[in-house]
């Protein structure tokens, strides 16, 4: 008889980033900003932009890639793959088809998920459920991001923010007392209005009126986002800590989604987690929405500064307005 709940655990990481580099200095000499502001403002020195052949699916390829590798494992064993992303190669089909086609993952389903830049944590949350009751043995989870495609790069409130990138990882069952603790999914449509790409779907389809307005671009309130999201990321990691029946004291690592470091020292001060247990990488990669949870775990992992049996929180906001928190023990396959 199959036991009735498994421990899932992610087993292998991988990440992409294009190689161009623009600086804050480079975007000055775009729109009217500075170094000082966007230091200042958003803790971002840097980020990582597609080329003009590079779409989400090159870079989900690449990060999925590595994660199976890095897990030992072949694509043919992979279950079911998840792509969380807002910016997917085309409206359809899913960019997760197209990754499962040129991973050679011949026994994969897939799809992708669309909850802003928390995708990556409802897609781990997703996965975990499949894992956890013994329909699946392997899900690949991929946060996969060109946003540079779709910022209007002459608008200074949303264009020095975000970057590209993708993080994969493999989950798995793993031993008992290890692996995800706990996870919490919440949104809020109400705010949905304060961070959009309003043309290009059904609502509003694509015409030359909607690309002469910058509807096709993302749109963003960012002050109602920011106060968003410090109170969704407070209360989130507090939840997921609690529900996973420990406190902020047994917490070996936070890495919250790297939109902006004073979003993130706020959330980490709300829950009583020091800096120094705090995963920050936003500087070098501005905000890669679903890829920046990953990618900082993965930094980690490679580092060896997470080690087995500690205790992980990951916390993110998006648009939607969603938020999502995850707890897990950390498993580290040999
Ligand atoms: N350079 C210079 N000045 C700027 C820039 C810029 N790049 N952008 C805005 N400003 C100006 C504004 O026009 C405003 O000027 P005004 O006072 O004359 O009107 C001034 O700076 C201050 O603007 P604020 O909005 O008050 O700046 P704030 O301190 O709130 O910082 C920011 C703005 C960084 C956008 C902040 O609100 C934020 O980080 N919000 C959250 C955004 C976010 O995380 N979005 C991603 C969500 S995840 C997803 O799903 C994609």
Same mark, same amino acid.
């Given at each position: 008889?199959?036991?009735?709940?498994?421990?899932?655990?992610?087993?292998?990481?991988?990440?992409?980033?294009?190689?161009?580099?623009?600086?804050?200095?480079?975007?000055? @000499?775009?729109?009217?900003?500075?170094?000082?502001?966007?230091?200042?403002?958003?803790?971002?020195?840097?980020?990582?932009?597609?080329?003009?052949?590079q779409a989400a699916s090159d870079l989900a390829v690449d990060?999925a890639?590595?994660?199976?590798?890095? +897990?030992?494992? /072949?694509?043919?064993?992979?279950?079911?793959?998840?792509v969380?992303t807002?910016t997917p190669d085309m409206?359809?089909?899913a960019t997760a088809c197209m990754v499962q086609d040129r991973l050679?993952?011949?026994?994969?389903?897939?799809?992708d998920?669309?909850?802003?830049?928390?995708?990556?944590?409802?897609?781990?949350?997703?996965?975990?459920?499949?894992?956890?009751?013994?329909?699946?043995?392997?899900?690949?989870?991929i946060?996969a991001?060109t946003?540079?495609?779709?910022?209007?790069?002459?608008?200074?409130?949303?264009?020095?923010?975000?970057?590209?990138?993708a993080?994969? %990882?493999?989950?798995? /069952?793993?031993?008992?007392? /290890?692996?995800?603790?706990?996870? /919490?999914?919440?949104?809020?449509?109400?705010?949905?209005?304060?961070?959009?790409?309003? %043309?290009?779907?059904?609502?509003?389809?694509?015409?030359?009126?909607?690309? @002469?307005?910058?509807?096709?671009?993302?749109?963003?309130?960012?002050?109602?986002?920011?106060?968003?999201?410090?109170? +969704?990321?407070?209360?989130?990691?507090?939840?997921?800590?609690?529900? +996973?029946?420990?406190?902020?004291?047994?917490?070996?690592?936070?890495?919250?989604?790297?939109?902006?470091?004073?979003?993130?020292?706020?959330?980490?001060?709300?829950?009583?987690?020091?800096?120094?247990?705090?995963?920050?990488?936003?500087?070098?990669?501005?905000?890669?929405?679903?890829?920046?949870?990953?990618?900082?775990?993965?930094? +980690?992992?490679?580092?060896?500064?997470?080690?087995?049996?500690?205790?992980?929180?990951?916390?993110?906001?998006? %648009?939607?307005?969603?938020?999502?928190?995850?707890?897990?023990?950390?498993?580290?396959? @040999?």
């Amino acid at each position: 008889m199959p036991k009735s709940t498994y421990r899932a655990g992610i087993t292998g990481l991988g990440v992409a980033v294009p190689d161009k580099v623009l600086t804050n200095l480079d975007l000055q @000499q775009m729109v009217d900003t500075s170094d000082e502001w966007i230091r200042t403002r958003t803790g971002i020195k840097e980020r990582r932009i597609a080329g003009p052949d590079q779409a989400a699916s090159d870079l989900a390829v690449d990060a999925a890639g590595e994660a199976l590798k890095n +897990a030992g494992l /072949r694509p043919e064993s992979v279950d079911l793959i998840i792509v969380a992303t807002n910016t997917p190669d085309m409206l359809m089909p899913a960019t997760a088809c197209m990754v499962q086609d040129r991973l050679g993952a011949a026994n994969a389903g897939a799809f992708d998920l669309l909850a802003g830049c928390t995708g990556f944590l409802y897609a781990l949350s997703v996965g975990h459920q499949y894992i956890a009751s013994g329909t699946f043995e392997t899900v690949l989870i991929i946060g996969a991001e060109t946003l540079s495609k779709i910022i209007n790069w002459k608008d200074r409130n949303t264009c020095v923010l975000f970057g590209d990138g993708a993080g994969a %990882a493999v989950l798995e /069952r793993v031993p008992d007392n /290890r692996g995800i603790l706990s996870t /919490r999914l919440g949104s809020d449509g109400s705010g949905g209005k304060h961070l959009k790409v309003p %043309a290009g779907g059904s609502r509003l389809p694509a015409s030359e009126a909607t690309i @002469q307005e910058n509807l096709h671009y993302v749109t963003m309130n960012g002050r109602e986002v920011f106060r968003f999201a410090v109170r +969704a990321m407070g209360e989130g990691a507090m939840e997921v800590i609690s529900m +996973a029946g420990l406190t902020p004291e047994d917490i070996n690592f936070f890495i919250p989604h790297q939109a902006n470091i004073r979003i993130i020292e706020t959330a980490a001060r709300r829950v009583g987690i020091n800096m120094n247990r705090v995963l920050v990488n936003v500087d070098r990669f501005g905000n890669t929405s679903t890829a920046s949870i990953p990618i900082a775990l993965y930094e +980690a992992v490679k580092q060896k500064k997470i080690k087995d049996g500690q205790n992980i929180i990951m916390v993110g906001f998006g %648009a939607g307005l969603t938020w999502a928190g995850l707890a897990v023990k950390w498993y580290q396959k @040999q």
